[in-house]
């Protein structure tokens, strides 16, 4: 295990990172390696100081005693939000080209759409979809098409619903996609913009722990969890694939990340390359 810090101002044992490593994997299913004791260090040490707790041991009583503003805070400091708009976007031209034209054949006589962005982290993905499904279907508002958009992170699920972000988020869109979804801001907010109140109006944002039950009983016409379960150990994913393939409708999309792979962990769901499955059952 890394070495202790010469120079820090608190002192982190091993048993206090085991402390925290049993907390994170009891409350997110994430787990934490060895060589996240540095990381750890950096995102809680501020929390530690200027919390009054004087020392990690304090910290981890609090947790241990159910200190919900600190268990809360604990949970968004250890989640990593690495996201962007149409991230992976071969997943997001395959949604149009195959899944969305499949989906209006369908549902073609309830005209109805359900959507599940598992990890939505700040909003881009559930953003990325919401334009994806208003730039394939010319009659979209005829359509009852929803997106619920989830994250263990309470504050990017809020900034997700906010749906403010810093223009040079949008610096890799056409010119044109950013003009029809985006608002750019006046004076002080020049340098941020605003999704359109049409995406914004077919997304949900809640928080949601992935582990715990969840309040939903669907069925989804087809889901995005990528880059989530990459950090729960494989008895964890069985069991969250299979969660997904029985809130999932028969024959349904699930898009999941590009290091991520169902291979000895779920046989629910075929593979059609790329990291798109299709649920088999």
């Known amino acids: 295990m890394a070495a202790e810090g010469k120079d820090r101002e608190f002192d982190f044992t091993d048993d206090s ?5 049993e907390f ?10 060895d060589g996240k004791k ?16 004087g020392s990690f041991d304090a910290f981890c009583d609090a947790l241990d005693a159910g200190d919900e503003e600190q268990q809360d805070f604990m949970i968004n400091a250890i989640t990593t939000n690495l996201t962007s708009f149409f991230r992976e976007n071969h997943h997001f031209e395959y949604l149009s080209d195959t899944v969305i034209p499949e989906l209006m054949k369908q549902k073609r006589q ?6 599940w962005s598992a990890g939505c982290s700040t909003g881009e993905e559930p953003y990325s979809i919401a334009i994806t499904l ?12 929803k997106i619920l958009a989830t994250d263990l992170d309470a504050n990017v699920v809020a900034h997700g619903k906010a749906g403010i972000y810093r223009k040079d988020r949008i610096d890799g869109l056409d010119e044109q996609r950013v003009k029809r979804w985006f608002r750019q801001g006046k004076g002080e907010q020049s340098d941020m913009v605003k999704v359109s109140p049409q995406l914004q109006q077919m997304i949900t944002f809640k928080r949601l722990n992935l582990l715990h039950q969840w309040p939903m009983k669907g069925q989804f016409d087809f889901m995005f969890c990528r880059n989530v379960v990459i950090y729960f150990d494989k008895d964890t994913q069985r069991v969250l694939f299979d969660r997904y393939a029985d809130i999932l409708a028969p024959q349904t999309h ?7 792979t169902l291979y000895k962990v779920s046989d629910r769901f075929d593979s059609l390359g790329k990291t798109i499955y299709r649920k088999n059952s």
Do not use: C, P, Q
């Open 254 to 260: 699930l898009f999941i990340g590009h290091s991520e």
């Open 38 to 53: 540095d990381m750890v260090y950096g995102r809680l040490s501020k929390r530690i100081r200027k919390g009054g707790f």
């Open 134 to 145: 208003r730039e394939s279907i010319a009659n979209i508002d005829d359509w009852d098409i």
């Open 24 to 33: 994170v994997t009891e409350h997110t299913g994430i787990v934490l390696s």
């Open 17 to 21: 990172f085991n402390r925290i490593r």
């Open 110 to 115: 309830h005209k109805r759409i359900r959507i």
